[in-house]
Every structure is written in structure tokens, then in C-alpha cells.
């Protein structure tokens, strides 16, 4: 029995029969990433600002195949099929890969937008086996349009798919900063521990002597051992936690592209390393290399890492911008509105 | 007396009458900058191979103000306007943005494409005053859309101005890659003389020394002296020219984006350091990086750097795609076709 999100503060059994456009948001993670977490509260944040008119409904990807069998039974024209964003289009995480596949293949005759994504299908047999699965099942629904979070994406998802393809942030960086005023004591290392780790221990280890100078050392992930399910219903405390303490670091050093986003938002000074394949580097780039607290290095030399993260921890805060680089999505929302004849 | 050129081989001095579509291109320029002529020239072949039903137009940056009222007398709503693409917008150029300004206030009802473009408004007085009279100007065009060459461009486009934003490379990179089987020789040093000038006379007299080991070293800039002006009677020639001179060298030393971009072409390999703004920069992580004859640096520790240029002069060439990444500018001119009622 599949349950529907149709608030956050509960999980309903049955799908809403009226007449308000509806859209759905398939993917929803149930899994303790807080980053894909905050990613699809994001998402939900910014259709119900942003389009009122909408009644938002999430399914959990768990739920993905009878999610899909109750919405064919009472979707209409001016309904929005999505799925979720993140950074696993690709054939290094398949159960998302495979549940996106067959939300993209089934609802082929609505507008369904793929929010923002990074892509990665590995230069090898099996990559290139995975990547003619996905196109095949993308390439069923002419009304399916790709969001690419960052330009290395955009590349690879127009030199991969027939579809269209637009350019936005990622949603999370769709929230507006925070600023929780709690005192900043300490360092928190905030590390992955996936097949995308590419950080050397050894190095790690060294950033930690240097930052041991009286100062309090954590180690963390985003990615929760504390609980073991993540809801819709749970999920805003569990980020608004996660908020808090990055709101009482000094400086946060991590690999996870969202521990960065995390800190922009919480005005927290940030330095990332890369992972196996780019995407937090490309992202930080195209979208926040303007932010002064945060920096990207791919270094290896401790003295200048040393000097990096001086200069991240001195740092003012400033205002900054990214709510009108998701302009092309609003656009596209908009024109769909206006087409099934719901002026706004 | 203003010149067109409705044909590449001979400047017209009358607009053609007929019931063609027209593609009306400002800006063409007639100095010296290789980079920028290629630019045009891509521009005209873009249109000419994807678009075939538009007669294309060319009037020079130095008519720009003969050329508006010449234009105004004989346009009509299937025609398109545009203004040359480059890294010039903002007001580091003051010229080029005043005759770009007047393009896009002008041609109100017409679809206005700004080529793909760089953006850099200096945060300084003179720089936000500029940014206004450009935000003035640009507002006045409900059918403006620009178009950016790099993600920090987006940004800064889709933050400055109410216009729609959407994302391609450069122009030049829709050329086709080409083979001159040229033997190669030798390392070419392309170094820009202008204000966006900042990597060190020293480090280069030290690359210099580094690869001066038998070799024959030369130094150009793509700003050619040894012509007064080049339009479009004679860009292709030159360009072809700079083409096979690229395609002679063993490495190419550059602060010029579109020396990168000739590399590209030709296969050569090329080590880019930054601009002023990180215009090069940004272009290569966003369109380039996997390209593996090419490369970005900021490096000023000569190991790093001798072991960067040695590996570039030792890779493979293989194949690349890019065309696909203009994408959204094929749907942008489609778009206005079917508008129009000439469905392609």
C-alpha cells in the first residue's frame, strides 16, 4: 500500500480527486542522505511558492511502481510529472537510475521535468549497456525536458539525450540563507564514505593536525547513521538540525557537494574536494565561485591548503544571488500554465 | 555610405527587396582580432547550414547607426535581429556596448538574438553606471534574448537583466575539427597586450627558457598588425591562415580564449592561463575540460606547469562533439519559424 505526501506533516493512502492541476513528484528519497533530502524539500519549496496553483503530491521512490499504477488512474492533461533531483543520473546508482527510467517511459503524453541532476554513465561495458537503457526510455516521452545543474552535465545530457535539456543551481540552492546567530567553534569534517570518495585519508589526516590547535575536531557525513528513514514528514527538523550545526563550525572541510551548499546558505566558511567525477567542482564553478566564504581545491600541498583555508575562515559574509539562475524552469512552468489555459 | 554584406565576396551598398526572411547580424566587427572575426564568421555559417531559408545580412560595428535606419526601413516580423557574439558585453568595451545597446532598444518587435557572450561589468562607479544604461536599453526589448558563452556569464546575465537567458559555447566552437596534416614544430606563445592581461612577463620568460631546448619558440598575438582591417571579404582567408599556423606548432602558450579554440580545431595541444575576469577559464570547465589536448592553469610554480605542458604535448587525439550543446538556439530560431508560420 503505497503512501502519498500530499502534506509534509502526513502520509496519506488515497490520491486527491478535484480539479487543481496537480503535480507529481516521484523519487522522493526515504534513504538518510540529508543532501537528496534537502533536495527534495527544496523542490517542494519552490513549486509551492513559486505555483500556488498546484497541488504538490510526492511519492517515495520505494512506492515507485504503485505510485505509478494510482497516478495513471487520475492524471489529466494539466498535471506536471517530475522526478526528483540529485546527482545520480547515471549507471553508478541503478535503483534510481531504473525507478527514473520507468517514470520518464510511462507519463509520455505530460509535461515531465526532470530536476536538476548531474549525470555520469562510466566510460565502460557496462556504462555504455546502462546508457542505451536510458535512452531508449527517455527518448518515449516527448514531453520530458532534463534539468543539468551543472555545464559539464548540460554537455552530457545534450550530447546523450534527444530531449530537451535546460540550465539551472541545484534546488537546494533554491532556499533562501539562514542565520541561526549560534556561537562557531571548531571544524567539522563532513566525509563521504561511497565509491565518489577520491580524498586521500593521509591528507585528510594532515588537514586535521593543522586545524588542531585548540580548536574542537568533528568528523560527520551528511548522510544519517542516527535514524533509519527520512520522510517527507521527518526530513525539514533532521535539515533545519544539520542547518544548526554547520551554523557552529568555523570551517567545515568536505567532499559532499551539499555539506558546500550547506554552508553557503548557513554562511559558513567551506572548503571541497573533489569526487570520483566532478560534480561538486563543476557546480561550484558555474554557480558560487562569487561566494567568498566557500572555495574547491583538488590540491595536495599542505601549506597551500593551509593558506586556503586561512583565508575561508577570515572571510566577511556578503548578500549574494542564485534565486535567478532557475529562471529557465520558471519559464518552462510558466508556458505550461499558460498552454493548458491556467493564465498566471 | 554604409556596406553590406549580403554575400561574403562583395559589399553591397543596397539591402535586398524580397520575400525571403532576413537575418539582420550587427555588430560584424572590422579590427583586427582573429578571435572575434572567427566569431562572425561562425555565426554566418551557423545560420547558413541550419537555417538556410534566412538571407543573411552582415553589417559592420563602424555602420552600426546607417545600418539601424537602413534595416528599419525594410524589416518585417519573420526577420531576425541580432548582435555579434564575443567577450565584450559589459563595460570594459565601451564602444561595442553602446552600438549593442542601440541594436537591442531599437528592433523591439522583432526576435533579438545576442550571440553568445561573455559578461563583466566592473564593481566600481563607472561599472554600475554602465550596467544601468545597459539594463535600460535591454529592458525596452521584450523579444531580447541572450545568449551566454560560459555559466558565470549566465549568472551574471540572468542576475543583471530581465531578458531571457539561454546557454551555448562560443560560436566558434560550432566549427568542425580540421585536419591540415601539417608537421609540427615548435611552440607558439599567443599573448594578449590589454587590460585583461594578467599573467606575469616572467613566468612567461620563464616558460620560454623551460621549452627552449632546440625548439624554435615564436610569439604572435591573434590580433593581427599585419592587416589594417579585415570584414568579410577577407576574415576567412586570414582565419584559415591562423588555422594552419596553429596546426604547425608542437604547443600554444595563450591568455586567449580563442586561441584555445583554434587548438581545439586543429588538434593542438594548449595551455590557457587567465584573464582579468576568468572569461577562458570558465568557457574551458564548462565546455572543454574533456578535451585532452587542452588545458586551463593559474599555476605560477614552474614544476607543476613543465609537467602540465609536457603532458599535453604527449596526448592522443580523439573525438569530440560540441554541437549538440547549441541546442537551445536551434530551438529558439525553430521556435520563431513555426511562430512565423514557415515550419521547417
Not at 243 to 271: N, Y
Amino acid at each position: 500500500m503505497t503512501d502519498f505526501y500530499i502534506e509534509t506533516t502526513k502520509a496519506d493512502k488515497t490520491l486527491p480527486i478535484n480539479s487543481r492541476p496537480k503535480f507529481f513528484a516521484f523519487g522522493i528519497p526515504s534513504y538518510t542522505n540529508l543532501g537528496d533530502q534537502a533536495v527534495s524539500l527544496a523542490q517542494r519549496a519552490y513549486i509551492e511558492h513559486e505555483f500556488p496553483e498546484f497541488q504538490y503530491i510526492e511519492i517515495l521512490e520505494e512506492d515507485n511502481d504503485a505510485g505509478i499504477e494510482a497516478v495513471k488512474k487520475i492524471i489529466t492533461s494539466q498535471d506536471i510529472v517530475s522526478f526528483v533531483g540529485g546527482g545520480n543520473m547515471g549507471n553508478l546508482y541503478l535503483d534510481h537510475e531504473r525507478a527514473r527510467r520507468k517514470v520518464f517511459s510511462t507519463f509520455v503524453n505530460n509535461l515531465t521535468i526532470s530536476f536538476p541532476q548531474s549525470i555520469h554513465f562510466e566510460d565502460n561495458e557496462q556504462g555504455q549497456r546502462e546508457q542505451k537503457l536510458s535512452q531508449e526510455a527517455y527518448q518515449k516521452n516527448p514531453h520530458l525536458v532534463l534539468i543539468a545543474r551543472d555545464a559539464q552535465s548540460y554537455h552530457r545530457m545534450q550530447t546523450t539525450f534527444n530531449n530537451h535539456v535546460i540550465f539551472t543551481p541545484d534546488m537546494v540552492l533554491y532556499f533562501k540563507a539562514v542565520d541561526y546567530s549560534l556561537k562557531r567553534s571548531g571544524a567539522l569534517f563532513v566525509l563521504r564514505h561511497d565509491g565518489e570518495k577520491v580524498v586521500k585519508e593521509s591528507l585528510i589526516g594532515s588537514i586535521k593536525q593543522l586545524l588542531d590547535n585548540g580548536r574542537p575536531l568533528k568528523k560527520t557525513d551528511t548522510v544519517l547513521d542516527s535514524v533509519d528513514r527520512i520522510t517527507p514528514i521527518n526530513r525539514e527538523k533532521l535539515i533545519v538540525d544539520e542547518l544548526k550545526l554547520f551554523s557552529q563550525q568555523e570551517i567545515i572541510i568536505t567532499d559532499r557537494w551539499h555539506a558546500m551548499v550547506f554552508s553557503v546558505l548557513t554562511g559558513t566558511p567551506c572548503l571541497l574536494f573533489g569526487n570520483s567525477y566532478g560534480k561538486g567542482k563543476h557546480a561550484y564553478f558555474d554557480w558560487l565561485e562569487h561566494i567568498d566564504w566557500i572555495g574547491y581545491t583538488d590540491e595536495e600541498d599542505l601549506d597551500r591548503i593551509d593558506q586556503q583555508i586561512s583565508k575561508l575562515i577570515k572571510t566577511k559574509k556578503h548578500a549574494y544571488d542564485i534565486r535567478a539562475d532557475f529562471k529557465q524552469l520558471d519559464s518552462l512552468i510558466k508556458y505550461h500554465l499558460e498552454m493548458s489555459g491556467r493564465n498566471i
